[in-house]
């Protein structure tokens, strides 16, 4: 290995070949520099009984598991391409499978243990084992789904014979709750915790790692203080009684009876004169702990970390309201709601692409309608006014494209029959102004153009002709 090399004129400055600064005077980059032992050493991931304990005894635990998994199905999805009556229908098989909790909890798994399965029971499509056709799905085929965390969906077989195929170097088959059936993995739904590295992931048998690792450090030392301030609480006053001859007071057998009597008389005088009564000769002080003063924003600063571990704003993890002049949180709010929607992308979607075919041919008997598409809806919801004033610019917006011809009446209506605007807007109320003729007017009363505004005059009825 090459020797240092001289960056500096000070020769006791030196770089050697690691990139590391040693300067011999300061100590910097020695032996006696405690930063160059310290090192990054890969912890133990967090084990299922301390997974357990941490969320259910700590509220920092369980809120940091809950939070985005509760925010991604709150509102949940809109689904288009389905007929009225079909979507009604399908709306309610989706209810009566319980999709929308059980993909909630299966999310939950996923962040508390690090991963977990829904299980689909398919009549008609062959053993467990068989890797699943869709085609053979068929109306009522399915029959239930199971949510099995990663502890009891136990991966056998890896696939590592062909590189080629999609599921190379991952689990063929899974065990449920350790039973003697192979379970295909096509018959079951994933959910993923932390992504981690292929040979962390070969270690815990290709789930994902628990958010809990991240944070656990965090949450605890938000505890430690929490308990640390809440028993200094106890130590923020004393009372503080010289008595003379205090010592030798203590050595009479009944020393300590009389001494207790004497500060018990002293305090209850306190309670109910609001005055003590002392002999001359003694003397009495009360000291205010400083080290209360302060630690509530401590405190703040420990729940930030935790916040900021994982990537849950304050004001959601802990239920506040944003501090600070002009302070309104919504910036924040904005970049939580776009890590939520980027979530719901890769944790549910995936989910859903697989299972709404299954569950519209189970109930209907069918392949899903080419334009059936599912969006989830944006947690960012405007309020009354916000919304009133976004449909008035919008009104105005449409009005001028249409007075310049660059739309017509049935575009207007079909935006407004999307958008939900006016319930009592059909789809036929669209079509019927779509297919109107171009001399008559709308059915809806004067041309959406010529609304507040007087009839044309006809040829000869100009003002000033007879």
């Known amino acids: ?18 990139d590391t600064l040693l300067n011999l005077t300061t100590g910097m980059g020695t032996g006696r520099d405690p930063l160059t032992q310290t090192i990054n050493v890969l912890a133990l991931p967090i084990g299922r009984d301390e997974a357990d304990a941490l969320y259910l005894n700590d509220w920092l ?13 709150r509102e949940w999805r809109e689904l288009t391409g389905l007929e009225p009556d079909q979507l009604e229908v399908f709306q309610r098989a989706e209810k009566d499978f319980g999709i929308n909790g059980m993909i909630n909890q299966g999310l939950k798994w996923a962040r508390l243990y690090g991963g977990a399965g829904i299980i689909m029971g398919l009549d008609g499509t062959g053993e467990m084992h068989e890797p699943l056709d869709i085609n053979r799905v068929k109306e009522g085929s399915l029959k239930w789904l199971t949510l099995v965390d990663r502890w009891h969906l136990i991966p056998t077989a890896l696939n590592f014979n062909n590189p080629l195929r999609a599921n190379w ?14 379970i295909h993995r096509s018959r079951i739904l994933f959910f993923y915790g932390t992504p981690l590295p292929y040979h962390l992931a070969l270690r815990s048998h290709f789930w994902g790692g628990s958010i809990l690792d991240r944070v656990k450090d965090a949450v605890e030392n938000a505890g430690t203080a929490q308990t640390g301030i809440a028993k200094l609480i106890t130590e923020a006053k ?5 008595i003379p001859g205090l010592f030798e007071m203590l050595k009479e057998p009944e020393g300590t009876s009389i001494i207790q009597q004497r500060i018990d008389l002293a305090v209850m005088g306190k309670g109910i004169w609001g005055a003590i009564m002392m002999d001359a000769a003694e003397e009495y002080e009360q000291k205010t702990g400083a080290l209360s003063q302060g630690l509530d924003g401590l405190l703040d600063e420990f729940l930030e970390v935790v916040a900021g571990a994982a990537g849950i704003p304050v004001t959601r993890l802990l239920g506040k309201s944003p501090t600070g002049l002009a302070a309104t949180g919504e910036e924040n709010t904005r970049v939580y709601y776009d890590s939520i929607k ?3 992308e890769s944790d549910v979607e995936p989910v859903l692409t697989i299972l709404d075919p299954i569950l519209h041919r189970s109930t209907f008997g069918q392949d899903l309608p080419e334009d059936y598409k599912s969006t989830f809806t944006s947690l960012w919801q405007q309020s009354e006014t916000e919304r009133a004033t976004t449909q008035a610019q919008d009104a105005t917006r449409d009005r001028t494209y249409f ?14 029959f999307a958008e939900g605007i006016y319930p009592t807007l059909t789809d036929e109320d669209v079509t019927e102004l779509e297919n109107l003729p171009d001399d008559k007017p709308p059915p809806f009363g004067a041309p ?13 009825d100009e003002p000033g002709e007879e």
């Open 1 to 18: 290995m090459a020797g240092p090399t001289l960056v500096s004129p000070d020769p006791n400055v030196v770089q050697i070949t690691a």
């Open 61 to 73: 635990g369980a809120a940091t598991v809950d939070a985005k998994p509760d925010d991604a199905t």
């Open 169 to 182: 170097g991952r689990p063929e088959f899974y065990h449920a709750f350790q039973g003697p059936d192979q």
């Open 238 to 242: 004393i009372d503080v009684f010289k």
């Open 342 to 344: 980027a979530l719901q």
């Open 403 to 416: 007075d310049l011809g660059v739309i017509q009446e049935h575009h207007i209506a079909a935006r407004l």
């Open 448 to 460: 959406f153009g010529g609304l507040g505004s007087e009839p044309d005059p006809e040829p000869g």
